[in-house]
């Protein structure tokens, strides 16, 4: 069975600051995938990142960077010099190919100016 | 903009009753998947379709029942309609099964009164 922990339910920064997202999931894959999604206050979700299980160098775009460390079963999200428009809630998800793709609970992601 | 088409946006309707949420996926994607979102289940995975066939199920009730057309566009079929159905329907699209990126919606928002 697949599962996705995302433990940070709300977070609030203060605009200009750094966040990190957690993100720890389960799996019996040995291959898979972990996804990040953004889902605005306009409702609709908006893929960000995916990573397979075989590549864990992490990546930087731009102000968000992901760091996948297979060790700890954990693909964290960072976003530097946090704007108010990285208010959102944000999405974990994880899938096994054929399986069906589990998203996380989600984490509300507050920037306040 | 997507590329997914989710009709209708918004639907009001009586418990018992039974109604038809519509998706068309992106030009050339096979696979649609069906997401139900609430405040306190999150998002939950209700069943994958590929060119036509089922792929996966997740947790649909019986009272639900989805199929892919030859044209690939998915109709989620909720029936017997109880208060806590209430909630955002979500489709989304991705070219393979389930490794790709998916494009979500922007959702059926439904209202059991």
């Known amino acids: 069975a697949q599962k996705v922990t995302q433990a940070q339910t709300e977070i609030s920064v203060v605009e200009k600051e750094d966040v990190t997202l957690d993100c720890v999931y389960e799996?019996?894959?040995?291959?898979?995938?972990l996804f990040w999604y953004k889902q605005p206050p306009s409702g609709e979700l908006v893929f960000l990142i995916r990573?397979?299980?075989?590549?864990?160098q992490n990546e930087i775009s731009g102000r968000y960077s992901w760091n996948f460390q297979k060790s700890t079963s954990s693909f964290n999200f960072t976003i530097t010099a946090s704007q108010v428009v990285d208010s959102a809630v944000y999405f974990c998800?994880?899938?096994?190919?054929?399986?069906?793709?589990?998203f996380g609970t989600g984490t509300k992601l507050q920037v306040i100016p | 903009d997507s590329g997914v088409t989710q009709t209708p946006k918004h639907l009001i309707t009586a418990t018992g009753q039974r109604v038809t949420l519509r998706c068309s996926p992106r030009?050339?994607?096979?696979?649609v998947y069906w997401y139900q979102q609430s405040l306190d289940q999150g998002l939950q995975f209700l069943i994958h379709?590929?060119?036509?066939?089922?792929?996966a199920k997740g947790n649909i009730l019986e009272r639900f029942s989805a199929q892919q057309f030859p044209d690939l566009h998915s109709e989620l079929n909720l029936s017997s309609l109880e208060l806590g159905d209430s909630a955002l329907y979500f489709c989304?699209?991705?070219?393979?099964?389930?490794?790709?990126?998916?494009?979500f919606g922007s959702g059926t928002q439904l209202s059991v009164l």
């Open positions: 989304a699209s991705s070219s393979g099964t389930g490794d790709e990126k998916l494009f």
């Open positions: 998800a994880l899938s096994g190919g054929y399986q069906k793709v589990t």
């Open positions: 030009s050339g994607d096979l696979s």
């Open positions: 990573r397979n299980s075989f590549d864990e």
């Open positions: 379709y590929y060119n036509g066939e089922e792929r």
């Open positions: 799996t019996r894959d040995t291959t898979y995938y």
